[in-house]
């Protein structure tokens, strides 16, 4: 790969740490910071990159998103064929799978109960509950999603997942389109959102769907904060259907001071850390990746940019 010219662009400002592992992993290729005016690259690593930088880039055989949504990519105007490739799980999925089963026992074993009875220090034994009478909806059963499947099915609860496309993963009964979504609802009593961020995903967990729940579940969001009607969550978690929620991802971040979110006493608040890109992971896949494409091969990761995702 000695004449390829990469790119990288984050609005993290970790170009420090990306840069130098790029060039370690590509050595022969030249790696630079795009910077407004910098020479054309073959490839262009970014996390939610300016407008300009897309604008100017006009020689890019593929561009790769350092993250596995790309709903922010998706609000950019982007050179018409450019491939865009998402990271693939990445490390990802074995973190996201450690969080929801957490928040999941969290809620099903009542630890914040026993945690309260501890500062008491009150020794009180709590009825266990029927595994059984807690089924767990995953909305969106993509490399995440069927991840976090498996892990919560591990625990013999009855898992459900919903997705676009009619799917078989075992141990999960599977649901698929707008048309079974009151009917995964209705089947699960913890809700957990792993779906992309689209016009069609977005404000999905309403006042609606949370309706069509069972109630007294637990709602976790791990994908973006636009998909969940603050509102309505909290309607339903004040109004007692829903028991409360783990929450890492919001409309706005960080979440801002004062938000009824913080100090709510049946809601849990985490930075959007259930999932971190692991840096030398991420390179590793995105050089092999750069290899396939430079051979002419297919890559997993492809986003669709008319489906969104
Ligand atoms: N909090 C964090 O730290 C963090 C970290 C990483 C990712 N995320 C979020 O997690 C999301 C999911 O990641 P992923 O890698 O699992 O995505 P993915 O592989 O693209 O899977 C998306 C899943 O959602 C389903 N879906 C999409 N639109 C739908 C619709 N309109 N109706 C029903 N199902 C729909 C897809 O259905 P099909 O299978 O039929 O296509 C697929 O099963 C990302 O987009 C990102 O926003 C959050």
């Known amino acids: 790969m000695t004449s390829l ?4 662009y984050s609005a993290d400002q970790d ?23 910098a020479s054309l690259a073959d490839y262009a690593v970014v996390w939610k990159p300016p407008q300009q930088m897309l604008d100017e880039q006009i020689g890019l055989k593929a561009l790769f998103n350092t993250g596995a949504g790309v709903d922010a ?22 973190q996201m799978a450690e969080y929801v089963c957490h928040a999941v026992i969290r809620h099903f074993r009542e630890l914040d109960g026993y945690e309260h009875d501890m500062a008491l220090g009150k020794w009180s034994f709590r009825k266990p509950r029927s595994r059984l009478d807690y089924p767990v909806g995953i909305l969106g059963l993509g490399v995440l999603g069927e991840r976090v499947a498996k892990a919560v099915a591990q625990f013999d609860f009855p898992v459900n997942g919903w997705s676009r496309s009619p799917k078989a993963v075992e141990g999960v009964q599977c649901f698929h389109g707008d048309a079974q979504l009151a009917d995964f609802l209705a089947a699960s009593r913890i809700l957990v959102c792993l779906l992309p961020l689209t016009p069609e995903t977005e404000g999905i967990v309403n006042a609606t769907n949370l309706a069509h729940l069972r109630s007294g579940g637990h709602i976790i969001n791990v994908a973006r904060g ?3 009607v603050d509102a309505d969550l909290l309607a339903a978690i004040d109004g007692g259907h829903v028991a409360g929620a783990t929450l890492d991802v919001f409309r706005v971040e960080p979440l801002p001071q004062g938000h009824p979110y913080w100090n709510h006493p049946k809601i849990t608040v985490t930075p959007h850390t259930s999932a971190r890109t692991l840096r030398s992971e991420s390179i590793a896949q ?5 290899g396939a494409l430079e051979r002419g091969e297919a890559v997993a990761g492809r986003v669709d940019a008319a489906r969104g995702y």
């Open 73 to 94: 990519l998706m609000q950019l105007r982007l050179p018409p064929g450019l491939p865009v490739i998402r990271l693939d799980d990445a490390g990802m999925s074995v």
């Open 286 to 290: 995105i050089v092999l990746k750069i």
């Open 5 to 8: 010219r990469v790119v990288y």
């Open 15 to 37: 170009e420090d740490r990306w840069i130098p592992g790029l060039q370690a992993a590509l050595p022969g290729a030249e790696v630079l910071l795009w910077e407004p005016g």
């Open 226 to 228: 636009a998909h969940v």
